[in-house]
């Protein structure tokens, strides 16, 4: 899958060239994008082709690395939660929702979907501890 410009922010994890990287800066140009990230080793990484960049899948190891903790499972369904933020996993169809949005279900598939939801709902970053 290929990440559209229009979902990134700076913050994002995402996969650059197999490296997980840390966007630091996106430039629009009519004729293309320039995104400036940070990888694991400290070195950054300047990419102007979109598609050089892939979105991470979202796991039960992001999670818990992002802070959540696992609070519960009920069914088929495993509760992560920070605070009042809830993510239930959903084993049998192995797919991530937030339902505690005044009763809109949102499925997620990627740790920078996760990030930018979390930002857009709580109005700060979730950064990995």
Known sequence: MMIQANELRI????DYFGNMCIVKSIKYDPAYYLIVA???NGYT????????????PLTEDWLLRFGFEKDSIIGLYILFKIGYFKVWFDVKNNTYLI???????????????????????????????
């Open 11 to 14: 913050g994002n994890i995402i």
């Open 38 to 40: 940070t990888d694991t």
């Open 45 to 56: 990484q300047y990419g102007n082709n979109i598609d050089a960049f892939e979105p991470i």
């Open 99 to 129: 339902d505690n949005v005044r009763d809109i279900k949102l499925y997620i598939k990627y740790v920078h979907q996760l990030q930018n939801l979390y930002f857009a709902l709580i109005g700060e970053e979730l950064k990995v501890k």
